[in-house]
């Protein structure tokens, strides 16, 4: 009877063997030297084919298999900082692909999903904006890069495996200014990786006016009016304004639903008191902010 492999060890044993390889190697010889039969390891290299993390060569009626660039180099177990080193020199070279295969080789293995997106892309993110105050970045570059790691963040939710969604748990993350779309979408993607019913609105703070509140009021009452639970409205600005209106708007929302209904920020310390106003929780920092959901939901389901 042959063994059953999880992706991740399987990927792991043909980047050990290919690491070496630098002439490649056909499917036969990977299977010889990982002890996968070949039936296996074909399936394998196809899916890891499609990932982007080898590449293929038809030398007459035979595969040889090499490793992407920039994946040799990525050490089993995962080590994040070493992601996110990789991840960052990729783009501020402005290598989109090799950014985008670091992250690949790390996503559908045995991980923290959460943690790529907190200890890899938005350490990553806050790095380019460090390097724009600086001065050591125009305001093209910065747009360019700020976008690229959006398609990054799509990467890892186009990625994301649940083990388990979670029964009657809901999320919103909603941005109120423009340095915090990625970290409020980041939160909409750790959510679903967690298993909640999990949405991202964008940046609304164009879209903020005197009646604003009604229509923003009207759609949380389209997606949750009648679910039950524990739904979690998520709010992120650098804007005292937004923050809280935002905050004051969604307040207003409790008890109109079926379900709890809990309001969580993120802020900076200089915007503490009014994110406190009408939140139920401030957190530092994502991970902070999903723990907490976390627990709070243990609590009510």
Same mark, same amino acid.
């Given at each position: #009877?042959?063994?059953?492999?999880?992706?991740?060890?399987?990927?792991?044993?043909?980047?050990?063997? /290919? %690491?070496?390889?630098?002439?490649?190697?056909?499917?036969?010889?990977?299977? +010889?030297?990982?002890?996968?039969?070949?039936?296996?390891?074909?399936?394998?290299?196809?899916?890891?084919?499609? #990932?982007?993390?080898?590449?293929?060569?038809?030398?007459?009626?035979?595969?040889?298999?090499?490793?992407?660039?920039?994946?040799?180099?990525?050490?089993?177990?995962?080590?994040?900082?070493?992601? %996110?080193?990789?991840?960052?020199?990729?783009?501020?070279?402005?290598?989109?692909?090799? $950014?985008?295969?670091?992250? /690949?080789?790390?996503?559908?293995?045995?991980?923290?999903?959460?943690?790529?997106?907190?200890?890899?892309?938005?350490?990553?993110?806050?790095?380019?904006?460090?390097?724009?105050?600086?001065?050591?970045?125009?305001?093209?570059?910065?747009?360019?890069?700020?976008?690229? #790691? #959006?398609?990054?963040?799509?990467?890892?939710?186009?990625?994301?495996?649940?083990?388990?969604?979670?029964?009657?748990?809901?999320?919103? $993350?909603?941005?109120?200014?423009? +340095?915090?779309?990625?970290?409020?979408?980041?939160?909409?993607?750790?959510?679903?990786?967690?298993?909640? +019913?999990?949405?991202?609105?964008?940046?609304?703070?164009?879209?903020?006016?005197?009646?604003?509140?009604?229509?923003?009021?009207?759609?949380?009452?389209?997606?949750?009016?009648?679910?039950?639970?524990?739904?979690?409205?998520?709010?992120?600005?650098?804007?005292?304004?937004?923050?809280?209106?935002?905050?004051?708007?969604?307040?207003?929302?409790?008890?109109?639903?079926?379900?709890?209904?809990?309001?969580?920020?993120?802020?900076?310390?200089?915007?503490?008191?009014?994110?406190?106003?009408?939140?139920?929780?401030?957190?530092? +920092?994502?991970?902070?902010?999903?723990?907490?959901?976390?627990?709070?939901?243990?609590?009510?389901?």
């Amino acid at each position: #009877m042959y063994r059953r492999y999880t992706l991740d060890e399987v990927k792991r044993k043909i980047v050990d063997v /290919l %690491q070496g390889a630098s002439t490649g190697l056909s499917g036969i010889e990977l299977a +010889d030297r990982t002890d996968i039969n070949r039936m296996t390891i074909t399936k394998y290299l196809d899916v890891l084919h499609a #990932m982007g993390l080898v590449k293929k060569k038809k030398t007459g009626n035979v595969n040889v298999w090499f490793l992407e660039t920039g994946i040799a180099d990525i050490e089993f177990p995962i080590n994040y900082v070493q992601v %996110q080193q990789k991840l960052i020199s990729a783009i501020l070279a402005g290598e989109e692909e090799l $950014a985008r295969r670091i992250l /690949l080789s790390v996503l559908n293995s045995d991980i923290d999903q959460v943690r790529v997106l907190t200890d890899v892309v938005l350490p990553a993110v806050n790095t380019v904006g460090e390097l724009y105050s600086r001065g050591r970045l125009d305001k093209t570059e910065r747009s360019f890069l700020l976008n690229l #790691m #959006m398609e990054i963040i799509d990467l890892v939710k186009f990625n994301v495996r649940v083990s388990e969604q979670k029964a009657n748990a809901y999320t919103l $993350a909603v941005a109120g200014s423009d +340095d915090k779309v990625h970290v409020a979408k980041s939160a909409a993607v750790a959510f679903s990786a967690l298993g909640w +019913d999990s949405l991202y609105i964008g940046d609304v703070e164009d879209q903020i006016d005197p009646f604003f509140d009604i229509d923003f009021q009207r759609y949380i009452s389209r997606v949750w009016g009648s679910k039950h639970g524990l739904m979690v409205i998520c709010i992120f600005s650098s804007g005292e304004g937004s923050l809280r209106f935002l905050s004051s708007t969604a307040k207003a929302m409790k008890g109109r639903l079926r379900g709890e209904l809990r309001i969580a920020a993120i802020a900076t310390p200089e915007l503490q008191a009014a994110a406190e106003e009408n939140s139920d929780h401030v957190a530092k +920092d994502l991970l902070s902010l999903v723990q907490w959901a976390e627990r709070q939901y243990s609590i009510t389901k």
